[in-house]
């Protein structure tokens, strides 16, 4: 059973970059659909970005369209979140999940997704 395991967080002045990786541990990413979701203090855990097995297709939140890219390297069993010109209020933990990938599937909901890690910490400074 795969368990993803993340890594990258960290922090970073406004304006910075960073890059979150998620390790498929005990597994392997095939065939699965990774997205990456978010909790920030007080809030809901919220979808973030996705990126499909079956053809790479990508998709995101309105939050990380055009500052965030999600990507993968199935070679690796790794997926990265490279995030840019970070916000205070991309302050956050930030959590990798899996779920089995099906045609025209983009999974968005907490609840479609049955692997997940266990965080990591970003905080951006203003």
């Known amino acids: 059973q795969v368990q993803p395991v993340e890594s990258g967080g960290g922090l970073v002045q406004a304006g910075g970059s960073l890059r979150l990786s998620c390790e498929a541990s005990?597994?392997?990413?095939?065939?699965?659909?990774v997205g990456w979701f978010r909790q920030a203090p007080g809030m809901g855990r919220e979808f973030t970005a996705g990126?499909?097995?079956?053809?790479?297709?990508?998709f995101y939140a309105d939050s990380a369209e055009g500052r965030f890219i999600i990507s993968r390297d199935n070679a690796k069993n790794t997926v990265y979140l490279d995030m840019n010109s970070l916000k205070p209020e991309d302050t956050a933990v930030y959590y990798c999940?899996?779920?089995?990938?099906?045609?025209?599937?983009?999974?968005?909901?907490?609840?479609?997704?049955?692997?997940w890690g266990q965080g990591t910490q970003v905080t951006v400074s203003s």
């Open positions: 005990g597994g392997t990413f095939s065939w699965l659909v």
């Open positions: 990126i499909r097995y079956i053809g790479g297709t990508r």
């Open positions: 999940a899996a779920v089995m990938d099906k045609i025209g599937r983009e999974p968005r909901a907490l609840s479609e997704y049955g692997y």
